[in-house]
C-alpha cells in the first residue's frame, strides 16, 4: 500500500507550529486533498484558518465511501424501511463485535482499533448471539467497525473518486485501521503526510507507542524528519519536560525549547486563578476543583476559549495542542503521584503534555515539582 504513496512523517514536538506547517502544506498542495484531524473541534480551527481546504476525522471523510460500499439491500433487511442511513448500516457490523464481546474474558467491550481490525480479519459472518443486544456496541467503536469492514473488503473506491494528498494531524494517536483508511483515500502517486509527536500519545502501549514499535505512523515509512524549533515553551520547563519523557521517548529539550524562558513556580490549588489555563489528572479532580471553586462560567474542554472569564478548566489529555501564558496543575492523587514514580508510560506522558502548554509560567503542586528532575 506504501510503495506507490509519498508517505512522510514529521515529528513534531510542542510548540513547534504543526498545525500552522498543515495548513500551509495544505494551501500549497495542488489538486484535491483533505487534512485528517482527530477531533472535530480541530477540523473547525483548520478550516478557518483555510476555508477552502477539505478537513475532518478519518470517519467523516470515509463515511460517504463506507455507505457506497455496503449493499443497500443488505441494510434494508438489517432494519426498518426508512432513509438508508448510519444507524443501519452500523447494525450489520454489530455482529462480529458481539461474538467478540460474547467470547471475551470481560463484558467490556474493546475501544481500539487494532482490536477491531483483528477481529474482523477473523470474522467471515453468520448469525449474531440472541443472548446479547446490539447496544452493547457504543461509542467511536460503531464508526471503526463498517471502516474495518471496508478496508478488509480491499477498499473499492474508484481511481477518480480517489484524493491526490491527505495530511493527518495528532499522527501518533493514528492506528493502522485508521491510517489504512487514511492511505485508501490517496491515488497511486499521491502524498500522505503524517504529523504528530510520539511523546503525546494518548493510546501508549496498546498503540504501540512505548516497546519495541513506534506509533504506527512511524513504522510505515523510514521518511521521517523532525521540526527542530519550539515557539511555545522555554526553560527551565522544556529541559524538564524533556527529562520526564527520556526513558520512554527521546525528545531532547534542544528540539522544542523557545528562546524565551517559561518559569517554574508553586501554587496549592486551593484559590482559582484569575486568569490561564487549569489542568487536572483525571476529569473527576477537575469537576472537583469546579465545585469546590465556586465557578459558573469557566469553560470547560473541548470548547477551548470560550470562558467568560478568561479561566479554562480541562484535563490533560483534552488540553493537547493548548497553551496558554499560565498553566496550573491540580494537586495530583496519592494514587496517580505513585503511578508517576513508579514510571507509568501513560502518567509520564501525560506530565509531559500537561506541562508543555505553558508558555510564561508553569505552576506546580508541591508534590509534582518535588518529583520532577530540575
Keep these: 500500500m506504501w510503495n506507490d504513496l509519498d508517505f512522510r512523517a514529521f515529528d513534531g514536538p510542542p510548540g513547534s507550529g504543526k498545525t500552522r506547517k498543515i495548513v500551509s502544506q495544505a494551501m500549497a498542495f495542488p489538486g484535491e486533498g483533505a487534512v485528517i484531524t482527530y477531533t472535530n473541534d480541530a477540523a473547525a480551527v483548520v478550516r478557518s484558518r483555510a476555508p477552502m ?92 467497525l463498517p471502516l474495518a469492514r471496508w478496508l478488509e473488503a480491499g477498499a473499492p473506491m474508484p481511481e477518480q473518486d480517489r484524493l491526490d494528498w491527505v495530511l493527518i494531524d495528532e499522527a501518533q494517536d493514528v492506528g493502522w485501521v485508521e491510517l489504512r483508511a487514511a492511505a485508501a483515500l490517496v491515488r497511486a502517486g499521491g502524498h500522505v503526510h503524517a504529523y504528530g509527536d510520539p511523546g503525546q500519545s494518548i493510546f501508549g502501549e496498546s498503540k504501540g507507542v ?61 484559590t482559582p486563578p484569575r486568569i490561564g489555563l487549569v489542568l487536572a489528572y483525571s476529569r473527576r479532580a477537575l469537576f472537583k476543583a469546579f465545585k469546590g471553586w465556586g465557578l459558573r462560567k469557566t ?3 473541548p470548547k477551548l476559549g470560550k470562558a467568560d472569564n478568561d479561566l479554562v478548566l480541562s484535563t490533560g489529555h483534552s488540553a493537547k495542542g493548548a497553551e496558554a501564558d499560565d498553566v496550573y496543575l491540580l494537586p495530583w492523587s496519592r494514587q496517580a503521584i505513585e503511578r508517576f514514580e513508579k514510571r507509568d508510560p ?3 506522558r501525560l506530565l509531559y503534555v500537561m506541562m508543555t502548554r505553558a508558555k510564561r509560567r508553569l505552576f506546580l503542586p508541591r508534590t509534582i515539582r518535588a518529583r520532577l528532575p530540575l
Excluded: C
Design 53 to 144: 481546504v477539505q478537513a475532518g476525522t478519518i470517519y467523516s471523510l470515509t463515511w460517504p465511501y463506507v455507505k457506497e460500499f455496503v449493499d443497500k439491500a443488505s441494510v434494508g433487511k438489517a432494519g426498518s424501511n426508512k432513509a438508508y442511513n448510519q444507524r443501519k448500516i452500523e447494525h450489520i457490523f454489530d455482529p462480529a463485535l458481539l461474538s467478540y464481546v460474547h467470547d471475551a474474558p470481560s463484558s467490556r467491550p474493546p475501544h481500539r482499533s487494532e482490536h477491531v481490525a483483528k477481529l474482523l480479519h477473523a470474522w467471515r459472518g453468520g448469525d449474531p448471539p440472541t443472548n446479547l443486544s446490539s447496544e452493547t456496541a457504543s461509542g467511536p467503536l460503531k464508526f471503526v
Design 210 to 270: 512505548f516497546g519495541a514499535s513506534l506509533p504506527p505512523v512511524w513504522m510505515a515509512t523510514d521518511d521521517k524528519t523532525i521540526l527542530n524549533k519550539g515557539w511555545r515553551v522555554g526553560d527551565p520547563v522544556a529541559s524538564a519536560a524533556a527529562r520526564v519523557l527520556m526513558s520512554y521517548y527521546d525528545r531532547p529539550a534542544s528540539t522544542f525549547r523557545a528562546e524565551h524562558g517559561t518559569q517554574i513556580l508553586t501554587w496549592d490549588g486551593s
Design 299 to 301: 469553560a470547560i474542554v
Design 346 to 348: 501513560a502518567t509520564v
